[in-house]
């Protein structure tokens, strides 16, 4: 376990998508289960999909390899069906020994860590603990390719996939180096920004808002996508936060819809996002720890974008003190009993529905394979990357750095180290290594 620990750690390898946790710190005794997340609940995503299309022994190798170190017996991964039928595989289907795959409904968010345990395993992960309580350590698709090409090839963690989609004329899945500026990789695909659309890092429920002028692919980006301003999906990232608290405070009408739908309620949790709303009215100090409860929330956005007839966004109301929380280092971790209600299987939302909801349905092809892009004349790599301490820099300015090299080390505590993505001349910015190519 040790051994794999310092692999994974010195070759910089992160969860590929989501909040980056750095993946040698998820592994710890008690497990029996290797849960390997190819959902790709997000609409318009491909990136899993593709890794495991065209590189699935790269991913088993990675796979194999935990399996191997850590003595867990068993792992699966978990694609949803219509994954799986594309990929021409079933169920159970065993893809080496000890590793088999597990069809997923096609629901969102079924990609949620907890939600995923739970389908695929019939665990409950109890609110505000880890899966490793359960027996069940979660990695994405991405990663374990990841672990496979570091222990086939020796290679750090300098390249990311991604899809880019959205209002393109043909979304596609690429390979591109870690520090890729966004605008860059739109010139080499063709692609040009109109008025009246709005560029995301990551997909249409949880991606976050980017300016692709100045911002650069990470370890994390597993799409960009190009929405119109006017899909619900862009509509409620650009919501302006107090508006949306001080709506809350006034428009809402207490039906209970938003938690009657809410997934981590259906999974037992204590969460209800109209007594969030409620405590937004002024009952927070009656009821403290309905705030927080904030800390279970996934983030998923259905209370918002599917449940509110009322235009009001519960899962605003619920960031905002999710982040009033985080700096007090508050978060749930009541022990209970809980169970899953039984409605859950009535109430999940399908897939195609949700992307209905985001006004994203017209923009879903599949995307095909764009090949690996090298062609970069720079590349910006920030030092932040992953949940944890920034990496510290390890070169000095305008050193000459190698593809792959160490520019960056782990800072004490949670921290990874960063590896240069192409060769060249670096140059030390704020919070982030800046290489160009030398001709
Ligand atoms: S669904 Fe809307 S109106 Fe109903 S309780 Fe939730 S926030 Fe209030
Ligand atoms: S965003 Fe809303 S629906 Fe989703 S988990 Fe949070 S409270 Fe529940």
């Not at 310092?6 to 029996?32: D, R």
Request: aromatic share 6%; proline share 5%; glycine share 10%.
């Amino acid at each position: 376990m040790k051994t794999l620990k310092t692999l994974m750690q010195n070759f910089g390898i992160v969860g590929a998508g989501g909040a980056g946790f750095p993946s040698y710190a998820k592994l710890a005794e008690g497990a029996n289960l290797l849960l390997i997340n190819g959902s790709e609940c997000e609409p318009l995503l491909y990136t899993d999909y593709i890794i495991l299309k065209n590189e699935l022994s790269l991913v088993i190798s990675g796979i194999s390899t935990v399996l191997s170190h850590t003595g867990i017996a068993k792992a699966q991964i978990a694609i949803k069906e219509h994954t799986a039928k594309r990929l021409g595989l079933e169920d159970n289907d065993r893809l080496a020994e000890n590793i088999f795959v597990k069809a997923l409904p096609d629901v969102y968010p079924i990609g949620d860590e907890i939600s995923l345990i739970y389908e695929a395993t019939g665990r409950l992960v109890k609110p505000g603990k880890l899966p490793i309580t359960e027996g069940v350590i979660v990695y994405n698709v991405e990663t374990m390719y990841n672990l496979g090409r570091a222990v086939r090839f020796n290679e750090p963690v300098t390249k990311k996939w991604l899809t880019v989609g959205g209002a393109v004329e043909s979304p596609v899945v690429i390979k591109v180096p870690i520090g890729a500026r966004v605008a860059d990789i739109f010139k080499e695909l063709d692609i040009r920004l109109e008025d009246g659309y709005t560029v995301l890092d990551g997909g249409p429920s949880m991606g976050k808002v980017i300016n692709p002028s100045t911002y650069s692919v990470t370890k994390t980006t597993k799409g960009i996508l190009i929405l119109p301003d006017d899909s619900q999906a862009i509509l409620s990232k650009k919501m302006n936060t107090k508006m949306a608290i001080a709506r809350a405070e006034t428009a809402c009408c207490q039906c209970t819809r938003c938690t009657d739908m809410c997934p981590r309620n259906m999974l037992g949790y204590p969460l209800e996002p109209h007594k969030m709303v409620r405590t937004a009215m002024g009952a927070v100090e009656a009821m403290p720890m309905s705030v927080l409860s904030a800390t279970l929330c996934c983030g998923c956005g259905i209370c918002e974008s599917l449940a509110c007839s009322q235009g009001i966004s519960p899962r605003a109301v619920i960031e905002n003190y999710k982040g009033l929380l985080a700096k007090e280092r508050l978060r749930f971790n009541l022990d209970g009993e809980y169970s899953v209600r039984p409605e859950r299987e009535y109430r999940m939302v399908p897939y195609e529905k949700w992307m209905s909801m985001l006004g994203v349905t017209k923009f879903d092809k599949i995307a095909e394979f764009g090949g690996e892009i090298n062609s970069f004349s720079r590349v910006e790599i920030p030092l932040s990357q992953h949940i944890g301490a920034p990496s510290a820099v390890a070169i000095a300015d305008g050193a000459m750095v190698g593809e792959g090299e160490l520019i960056a080390m782990p800072a004490d505590g949670l921290s990874l180290p960063q590896h240069a993505s192409i060769s060249g001349r670096a140059t030390l910015g704020i919070n982030k290594i800046i290489i160009d190519k030398v001709r």
